[in-house]
């Protein structure tokens, strides 16, 4: 069985990956390597986004957990009339918006995942291979939700789901050419709109992002 994926998984990689199609079906092959051989969930992301290929809205908490509760962190920490929950640096800060843009952890799982089966990782070490790959999985996931049920396994303190929407094209300058935006749903009834965007020739893929707290029906507590 392995055999036979990883030759449909060599042949699928011999081309750049830059539609729809193609990044489901690289998906579905790596899923059902990781099914075989990392039953434990040791490569949180790379299972989360394969998961999040082939279904709209992910709620278990084996799947959602991770990503969740650094945004959880984040939020707690960021956010006005929330108690922050563990400590957070400003590097914590910027691998997480790394992530929200980039998706740099699930990149960085995926190169290690192919690598270690003697694929090709043309797909993960060239930005501009990655970010053709990113803008087709964007369009795969648009509108999705990754949200935890409330039972034991929730730990977090803030967040209830988060939303991920490809925002307007912008022009071939930008690295990823369109805004990407994540809607924090918290349990308190405010959403967190998180706007990113790359920075038109700018180097080391620089990005810019604005946040923006809608308080719907919360009503601040009264000092």
């Keep these: 069985m392995t055999k036979d994926i990883v ?27 990781l099914e075989r051989d ?22 278990s908490p084996k799947t959602t957990m991770d990503f969740l509760s650094r945004v959880d962190r984040w939020i ?18 910027h691998r997480l918006l790394q992530d929200f843009i980039f998706l740099t952890t699930f990149r960085s ?12 990782t043309d797909l993960c070490d060239a930005d501009e291979h990655w970010h053709d790959f990113l803008e087709a999985y964007s369009g795969v996931i648009e509108d999705g939700s990754l949200s935890a049920k409330a039972n034991k396994h929730n730990v977090l303190s803030a967040v209830k789901q988060v939303i991920f929407t490809k925002g307007e094209r912008l022009t071939d300058a930008h690295h990823v050419p369109f805004v990407i935006r994540w809607d924090i749903e918290l349990k308190d009834g ?28 919360f009503l601040p507590p009264q000092r």
């Design 190 to 217: 405010r959403t967190v709109k998180a706007s990113l965007e790359t920075v038109p020739h700018g180097g080391g893929n620089m990005t810019t992002h604005l946040l923006e707290v809608v308080n719907n029906s």
């Design 38 to 59: 990392d039953p434990d969930h040791n490569q949180g992301a790379l299972w989360m986004y394969c998961h999040w290929a082939l279904h709209v809205d992910l709620y």
């Design 109 to 120: 799982q995926l190169r290690d995942f192919l690598s270690h089966y003697g694929l090709p």
């Design 7 to 33: 030759g449909k998984l060599t042949t699928h990689l011999s081309k750049r990956i830059e539609d729809e199609p193609g990044v489901v079906y690289l998906l579905v092959e790596v899923r059902k390597l």
């Design 76 to 93: 707690t920490n960021t956010v006005a009339y929330l108690t922050p929950t563990d400590p957070w640096q400003l590097i914590d800060e």
